[in-house]
């Protein structure tokens, strides 16, 4: 793999466009190729549109040409993305794809419209690959919820690559894209980053409009960058931001431009770090986590202390109240969001019951798979007639605790909160399926970012038993190019440490053609 | 804090317009008291004085000029009809009688 396009890094491939040495199409089609070639054993993708990528490719390499006939200015105008390839995760509206969010009810649904971030890809002339797997309607924390079958982590392919973005997370750390696009309700980008050993995004809500997305958590939802550097993360999170009014939710607030202007070297990325202040929440060393993921947090606080920064431990007295707050307020919203699936204008439908009531009994409860109809239930119960009071609002008010917790130690002053993403390695397919509440668990350090709707950014911070851990930087709202900075000054703080050159262990398994999928490994006794 | 019954399970499930089969109803019965179980501890905070957050960004009132714009293609988007009369979607008859 010596000159193998596909392992270089966003920002390497779009040097060699502008310089000349390759193409858009020869990047795009050597992804493909990867992809088809490795994906038996990974199953990241649902769907993989050669065509279009192809023709995008094509189209990107003739807007390339007509700017270098302009001159350096018109070159230098185009977006870091421009001929770059990139996949989205199957909630995304392509027009004319299909777009399942990982559900049997959408199977078959071919978008009528772009969702707005394909228009702003489009316009940056990034190149579509296709669509990933995810957990169905984005519930889950492992994509063992995927209607379509299990995706496997690249690093050990009998675990999972986390969720619920895991099929977005698994083809960046895999090499069959340099980028791809995920969704954050409660954790569903920054867990699955950091169980692939990759860099994953939330955004402020509000930052990314999600006009053309299929809603899971209306209050909760962003849309953020999987890369496997900060540099090329922040550049697509750039690409995608920004107001949008058919979103009313997407702030008017201006994308800094810092955002593409992150440092390359390693040593001046890591100077600012000097005099910047930090704070861990004790909270997010949680009972029964893994020891050695704690081992690495912790060391990757020394080394921040080590480039001149000042790290503090503080408090989020609330933190311990998050899971049961998500889990009310999140199912809550998606029984709203999810009565549109009826069976009358699009998806799934089972028709000829007695009255019109036996057809969406029918269509609903043979369309969802058992983790969406459980949040159903359980959103539908916590807004029901004598409960409402007890459950959503209660939530609502322990949801204001939890964004004061945060308010507080940002106006005191901290750059950044550090913690851990997960605290655990990638699990074991299977191991938390049968006890739901073992399963949210997984997302207890990231869901308080999303109820009080901060960014937070999960970076690689070296393996635990072979497997990566992910550091998780939080910031104030709209702090992005800060956390971003951040984010970066960790990782030129960390260029010479001996697990950055460490490739995911079972990569070389993916080339076998023979090599089990995941759903037989699921199927398989063990 | 509530304990859900079988019967109210069936009753949520109604309002869900979830049909769901006896094995599913008895499975989930067990799962959401677990679930429920987990929210008792909201309960352990005072919450009299503090005002609920449904959403976190200070954006209120959005509005915008009513103009006309063009709207979807019919065709695609009634391509994805599960039945289809012309340019309409057949849906089931939703008031009885002859």
New interface residues.
């Given amino acids: 793999m010596a000159d193998d396009l596909t392992q270089l890094l966003a920002h390497e491939m779009a040097s060699r466009l502008r310089a000349g040495e390759t193409s858009s199409r020869e990047l795009a089609a050597a992804h493909l190729a990867r992809a088809h070639a490795t994906d038996r054993g990974l199953h990241a993708w649902l769907t993989i549109d050669d065509e279009r990528a192809l023709a995008e490719a094509d189209a990107a390499d003739a807007k390339l040409a007509a700017a270098r006939a302009e001159g350096s200015a018109a070159v230098n105008a185009l977006h870091p993305l421009h001929g770059i390839p990139i996949a989205l995760k199957d909630l995304v509206s392509v ?2 794809g299909q777009c399942t969010a990982g559900s049997r009810i959408l199977e078959g ?2 978008a ?2 772009d969702a707005h971030i394909t228009e702003r890809l489009r316009e940056a002339g990034a190149v579509i690959l296709g669509k990933t797997n995810m957990d169905e309607f984005a519930m889950g924390s492992s994509c063992e919820h995927s209607a379509f079958g299990p995706t496997a982590n690249p690093w050990d392919l009998e675990r999972v690559p986390g969720g619920s973005s895991g099929g977005s997370a698994a083809s960046v750390a895999a090499f069959q894209t340099p980028l791809s696009i995920g969704t954050d309700t409660g954790g569903s980008i920054r867990q699955p980053a950091a169980l692939c050993g990759i860099v994953g995004m939330k955004p402020t ?2 930052r990314v409009s999600r006009f053309g997305i299929v809603a899971f958590a209306s ?1 909760l939802d962003q849309i953020g960058p999987f890369a496997r550097d900060v540099r090329d993360a922040s550049a697509l999170l750039h690409a995608v931001s920004g107001r949008d ?1 058919r979103d ?2 997407s ?1 008017p607030i201006p994308v800094p431009d810092d955002l593409v202007n992150l440092p390359a070297s390693e040593d001046e990325a890591a100077s600012w770090l000097r005099g910047k202040r930090f704070g861990v929440p004790k909270e997010y060393f949680v009972k029964g986590m893994d020891p050695a993921v704690e081992a690495r947090i912790r060391e990757a606080v020394t080394t921040l202390e080590a480039a001149g920064a000042t790290v503090d431990e503080v408090s989020l007295p ?1 933190t ?2 998050g ?3 998500y ?2 307020v999140a199912p809550a919203e998606a ?1 709203a969001n999810l ?1 549109r699936y ?6 799934h ?1 089972v ?1 000829g ?1 007695d ?8 269509t ?3 369309g ?1 798979g ?1 983790e969406v ?2 949040r ?3 959103g ?2 916590a807004l ?1 007639a004598g ?1 409402y009071d ?2 959503y ?9 939890i ?1 004061r917790d945060f308010d507080e130690l940002f106006g005191a002053g901290f750059d950044a909160l550090v913690a851990p993403t997960s605290p655990d390695v990638a699990f074991r397919f299977g191991e938390k399926m049968a ?3 073992r399963m949210y668990l997984s997302d207890a350090c990231t869901l308080p970012v999303n109820m ?2 901060l960014p937070g950014v999960s970076i690689p911070c070296g393996l635990a038993d072979g497997l990566p851990v992910g550091l998780q930087l939080i910031g104030p ?1 709209w702090s992005e190019a800060t956390l971003m900075r951040a984010a970066r000054a960790y990782e030129g703080a960390t260029a010479d440490a001996a697990w950055r050159g460490v490739l995911p262990t079972d990569l070389a398994k993916l080339d076998d053609p023979r090599v089990p999928t995941p759903a037989e490994r699921v199927a398989a006794p063990r | 804090m509530a304990t859900l019954t079988r019967a109210d399970v069936e009753h949520v499930a109604h309002l869900a317009r979830l049909g769901l089969t006896p094995d599913e109803l008895a499975r989930l019965e067990g799962q959401l008291n677990h679930i429920l179980d987990q929210y008792a501890k909201l309960a352990e905070l005072n919450t009299d004085d503090i005002p609920p957050t449904a959403q976190t960004i200070e954006l209120e009132n959005i509005l915008r000029d009513d103009v006309a714009r063009p709207s979807l293609d019919p065709e695609a988007v009634l391509a994805n009809a599960p039945e289809r009369d012309g340019d309409s979607f057949v849906v089931p008859a939703i008031l009885g009688g002859e």
């Fill in positions: 027009k004319g649904y071919r009528p419209y809500y509000g209050s009014e009313s939710t702030a609330h311990d109240y899971l049961a707050t889990y009310i029984s009565a009826d069976g009358v204008r699009f998806g439908s028709r019951g009255d019109y009531l036996a057809d969406y009994l029918a609903r409860g043979t969802f058992p109809k459980r159903i239930m359980l539908t119960y029901s409960y007890a459950f609002l209660k939530a609502l008010k322990v949801r204001t605790l964004k006890d739901p509440v009080a709707g709202a």
